[in-house]
């Protein structure tokens, strides 16, 4: 992961594989989506009772991941600092994890940190940006 700032823009980028990653995930549930509305339109209920709730089930599972990925996630590559609200952490599983809190309620994560020590580095780093901690 690299981060660049420009000075003259006010512009932060941000260089790593959250673009790909992202739309991987929501082409797959897409696909997985509408893979299961086929299959439960081919399917009868009366035969398949159990087999066809666990369909419906994945497929609304996978409606609500492609929406958590448009509503609540950004995998943009470039930020204005007035986009941006700031920084948010957070502990999740005894590890403490980064985000970019951006001004439209999305966030932006930071998936690739391997240690302690690049967490902090990457604080500092933005930090020294002009971003603020929430």
């Given at each position: 992961?690299?981060?660049?700032?420009?000075?003259?823009?006010?512009?932060?980028?941000?260089?790593?594989?959250?673009?790909?990653?992202?739309?991987?995930?929501?082409?797959?549930?897409?696909?997985?989506?509408?893979?299961?509305?086929?299959?439960?339109?081919?399917?009868?209920?009366?035969?398949?009772?159990?087999?066809?709730?666990f369909m419906f089930l994945l497929a609304l599972?996978?409606?609500?991941?492609?929406?958590?990925?448009?509503?609540?996630?950004?995998?943009?590559?470039?930020y204005s600092l007035k986009e941006i609200a700031?920084?948010?952490?957070?502990?999740?599983?005894?590890?403490?994890?980064?985000?970019?809190?951006?001004?439209?309620?999305?966030?932006?994560?930071?998936?690739?940190?391997k240690n302690e020590e690049e967490l902090k580095?990457?604080?500092?780093?933005?930090?020294?940006?002009?971003?603020?901690?929430?």
């Open positions: 992961m690299q981060l660049e700032f420009n000075k003259k823009t006010e512009e932060l980028t941000i260089k790593d594989e959250v673009p790909k990653h992202s739309w991987l995930v929501v082409i797959l549930m897409f696909v997985n989506g509408v893979n299961m509305g086929v299959q439960l339109y081919l399917m009868s209920y009366q035969n398949n009772e159990l087999l066809f709730s599972v996978s409606v609500a991941v492609i929406l958590y990925y448009v509503v609540k996630r950004s995998w943009k590559s470039k700031g920084l948010e952490t957070k502990v999740a599983y005894g590890r403490e994890r980064i985000f970019l809190k951006l001004q439209n309620g999305k966030r932006r994560s930071f998936p690739i940190l580095s990457l604080k500092r780093t933005l930090t020294s940006m002009g971003i603020k901690p929430v």
